[in-house]
């Protein structure tokens, strides 16, 4: 197997969740690297997330949007890019039943610019994407990499055109693309609005925890270290062309996840409300990643493992997300829940 090792890394929506745990962790493991972080710092961009790393000289920031073409090429140009990895995305499914339209114009629109950018100057591009491609899927089914995407909602929809985009130029251009579908992730620097940060905070503050309907839908609750490693090893020894799927393969219910939130931080399972669904909310999720396992991989954390972890990295880093919640987020949870909440059940 041929190990391939990038040098010069344009990690869009570094600045992210996701991508400000994979430039730590890739910076730290690849000491020799180079890593631009391109990202139109959105509200759920912050440059905080890599507070500890603006000092070390490997790593810069460039302020701009994935769809800029001429921003995005001229990085590129000078800063000797060799390898894209996309992370920037519009990523909340409840955002994108509110507001879809930015949706569309970042993940399908700003990935066809970057996948443009890559066949003009020759770079290899690796894309995130995730296991709501596949849409919700039945009891014993476990989603593989060449299954049929069958998207349900705004958000992922956009994702699944993303992922058929870049299959498009591996074929049409023979771009050297790979792509990685995601579960669930939890872990540090998750913007509160998504489930896990939300129901560890408001837990921490003794507010409610809307569940939205009967909280048995499944999801596969994987720690974002689990990812990052998923993604180097895709980088470093993943088949060109390839897609794979990363997660714990084991799922659980989101009443199951609130349990472990409630009790590694010793809160009152009282606290659960049941409020009115997400329209379309997808039911069940579960990927097959035994494609990733064959090229060595393993995840460290198991979901329960990963939730308690996540949980604990809230209650450990107030300083992190109190500002947050006191700032422009009142008005989206204003927005998203009270009404919920008024008519909810316990
Ligand atoms: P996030 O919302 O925390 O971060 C997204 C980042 O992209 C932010 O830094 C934001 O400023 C940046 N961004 C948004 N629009 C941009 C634009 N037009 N140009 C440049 N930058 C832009 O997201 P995340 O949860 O870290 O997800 C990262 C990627 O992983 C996304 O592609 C998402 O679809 C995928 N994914 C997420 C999960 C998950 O559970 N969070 C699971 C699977 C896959
Ligand atoms: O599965 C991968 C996806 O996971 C990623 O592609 C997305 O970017 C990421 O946002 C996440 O999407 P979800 O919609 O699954 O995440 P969220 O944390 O919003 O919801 C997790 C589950 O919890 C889902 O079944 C909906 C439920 N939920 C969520 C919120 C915010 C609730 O019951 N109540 C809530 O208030």
């Known amino acids: 197997m041929i190990e391939l090792s990038p040098r010069a890394l344009l990690v869009t929506g570094g600045c992210g969740f996701i991508g400000s745990n994979f430039v ?12 631009v972080v391109y990202d139109k710092l959105t509200y759920a961009g912050r440059k905080k997330n890599l507070a500890d790393l603006w000092e070390d000289a490997r790593l810069k920031l460039v302020v701009g949007d ?7 090429r001229a990085t590129c ?3 000797n890019i060799d390898l894209i990895v996309n992370f920037a995305a519009e990523t909340h499914v409840d955002q994108s039943i509110l507001g879809p339209l930015v949706f569309t114009d970042t993940n399908v629109r700003g990935t066809h610019v970057l996948l443009e950018v890559a066949r003009e100057l020759g770079l ?3 894309h995130i994407s995730t296991d709501e491609v596949y849409g919700h899927i039945r009891d014993d089914h476990q989603s593989v990499e060449t299954d049929e ?15 058929q985009l870049v299959q498009a130029y591996a074929i049409t251009y023979g771009l050297p693309v790979t792509i990685t579908r995601g579960a669930n992730n939890v872990g540090p620097y998750q913007y509160p609005e998504k489930a896990v940060p939300l129901f560890a905070t408001n837990a921490i503050l003794g507010e409610a925890i809307p569940v939205y309907g009967d909280g048995l839908q499944m999801r596969d609750y994987a720690h974002v270290h689990d990812h990052c490693t998923g993604i180097e090893t895709v980088l470093l020894r993943g088949e060109i062309g390839e897609v794979y799927n990363v997660g714990t393969g084991r799922e659980m219910t989101n009443l199951d996840m609130v349990d472990i939130v409630l009790d590694t931080l010793g809160k009152s399972h009282d606290l659960v409300r049941h409020v009115t669904d997400r329209p379309g909310h997808d039911r069940r999720y579960s990927m097959n990643v035994d494609k ?15 939730v308690a972890e996540a949980a604990k990295w809230y209650a450990n ?5 109190e500002p947050i919640r006191n700032g422009e987020f009142r008005e989206y ?13 316990r």
């Open 24 to 35: 730590r962790y890739w910076l730290a493991q690849h000491p020799q690297s180079h890593v």
């Open 317 to 321: 880093n107030r300083a992190w997300w």
């Open 292 to 306: 990733l396992r064959e090229l060595g991989w393993q995840p460290k954390y198991d979901p329960r493992e990963a």
């Open 124 to 126: 290899r591009l690796h």
């Open 333 to 345: 949870y204003e927005k998203q829940y009270a009404e919920r909440l008024a008519g909810s059940v």
């Open 66 to 72: 994935i769809g800029d073409l001429d921003l995005v």
């Open 149 to 163: 995407l069958a998207p349900r909602s705004p958000y992922a929809a956009s994702k699944a055109a993303a992922d």
């Open 77 to 79: 140009q000078q800063e």
